[in-house]
T-cell receptor, first 112, second 114 residues
Framework: SQQGEEDPQALSIQEGENATMNCSYKTSINNLQWYRQNSGRGLVHLILIRSNEREKHSGRLRVTLDTSKKSSSLLITASRAADTASYFCATDDPYNTDKLIFGTGTRLQVFP | DTGVSQDPRHKITKRGQNVTFRCDPISEHNRLYWYRQTLGQGPEFLTYFQNEAQLEKSRLLSDRFSAERPKGSFSTLEIQRTEQGDSAMYLC????????????FGSGTRLTVV
């Protein structure tokens, strides 16, 4: 089962523009993570935000978390063609915090 | 350490055949996870190990699937009597302390059952 739902399912932008992806989840969490997946490859961990944090930055990435709305957003600023990938949010399983449950993903296309 | 390695990268097999995949995690990571991903979907949890102990198996993992992690190092995932519905990307990940850290994923094994 998928805990997270990303929105939009697909996003196309020009290089230099900002890309915003949203994730909604259903249960209480300890942390939420974002991953990137290039076509046909494994996932790469981007950033982790804990339930007591509201915002976190890493380079061109900005993640926000609103636990009252059970939602998170990932902002990629000044996007590049190399950012073209699928982006997934993941939350810890409320029944087993050892494991992550992934969302359905947002497919980002950045045109040069 | 070169990260998480999976072998093979691609596997094409005939329906009814058995296949086995291997995953070598990051050496100091005691947790190892298997996920399955179909086209356009997010990864779905299959099973995981803490050291050599298999702690949880998803209901997705039918009796035809078995996973092992002897001596708490590498892991194998075997699918017996493959079906076309088994066609997917099988992803392995490892972690030092579960979901409190990020997972490190391998590049995956893409299985095609014909």
């Amino acid at each position: 089962s998928q805990q997270g739902e990303e929105d939009p399912q697909a996003l196309s932008i020009q290089e230099g523009e900002n890309a915003t992806m949203n994730c909604s989840y259903k249960t209480s969490i300890n942390n939420l993570q974002w991953y990137r997946q290039n076509s046909g490859r494994g996932l790469v961990h981007l950033i982790l935000i804990r339930s007591n944090e509201r915002e976190k930055h890493s380079g061109r990435l900005r993640v926000t978390l609103d636990t009252s709305k059970k939602s998170s957003s990932l902002l990629i600023t000044a996007s590049r063609a190399a950012d073209t990938a699928s982006y997934f949010c993941a939350t810890d399983d409320p029944y087993n915090t050892d494991k992550l449950i992934f969302g359905t993903g947002t497919r980002l296309q950045v045109f040069p | 350490d070169t990260g998480v390695s999976q072998d093979p990268r691609h596997k094409i097999t005939k329906r009814g055949q058995n296949v086995t995949f291997r995953c070598d995690p990051i050496s100091e990571h005691n947790r190892l996870y298997w996920y399955r991903q179909t086209l356009g979907q997010g990864p779905e949890f299959l099973t995981y190990f803490q050291n050599e102990a298999q702690l949880e198996k998803s209901r997705l993992l039918s009796d035809r699937f078995s996973a092992e992690r002897p001596k708490g190092s590498f892991s194998t995932l075997e699918i017996q009597r493959t079906e076309q519905g088994d066609s997917a990307m099988y992803l392995c990940a490892s972690s030092l302390s579960g979901s409190q850290d990020g997972y490190t994923f391998g590049s995956g094994t893409r299985l095609t059952v014909v």
